[in-house]
């Protein structure tokens, strides 16, 4: 076999044994999706969620993130939104709608009584084939995540979001500064390597 065969084999032995690895390790810990790694992870790095956080989770269905915040804030609230429905999990509050309906932001608030300490954003579009303008249909759900964020969130708060590294990359990360003081950028080892998305953590409103 050609070298070049071979080394495409390989890869792609390896990109199924890190996708079956966390399947596998979902499944036993009872997590809906991979995505709960990605969650952890983040958390792990940033440490960001605490036992009496106010969060919202936007494009939370199937519920692996909400089940990972659910486990740590056992004192605080928790909202999570999609516009697919999701099977209920204990302390989430889902509601099944669309983040772009303006009295969603309104809903939240209410809720909550007051601002919220923590935005998480895994939103993604359904995909179409066209990887180009599937990562340019879930950059403009992070670039929505972001407006709302600023209008739901306390001046000392968190947002977390997907984002994938296309050809309007810059321009997400250019408002994500404009809009934050603090902007990291994380890939976690549970994201797959051929994949391009990667995840955003940023804290404090530049409005402070
Ligand atoms: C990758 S999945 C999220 C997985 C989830 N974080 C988990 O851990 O199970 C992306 C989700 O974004 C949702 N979504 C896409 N567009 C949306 C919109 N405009 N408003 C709210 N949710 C949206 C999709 O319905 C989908 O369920």
Known sequence: ????????????????????????????????SRASFKLIELNEKFKFIKNNSKLLDLGSSPGGWSQVASKIITKGKIIALDIKSMKPIKNVNFIKRDIFEEETKRIILNFFQGKLDIVISDMAADTTGNKSLDSIRTNQLCSEAIEFSTKILKPTGVFVTKLFMGDDFVEIKDLAKKTFKVVNFFKPDSSRVESKETYLHCKILKTL
Do not use: A, P
């Open 1 to 32: 076999m050609k070298k070049s065969k071979r080394t495409k084999k390989s890869n792609s032995w390896k990109i199924k044994q890190h996708r079956d690895q966390f399947f596998k390790k979902s499944k036993i810990l009872g997590y809906r």
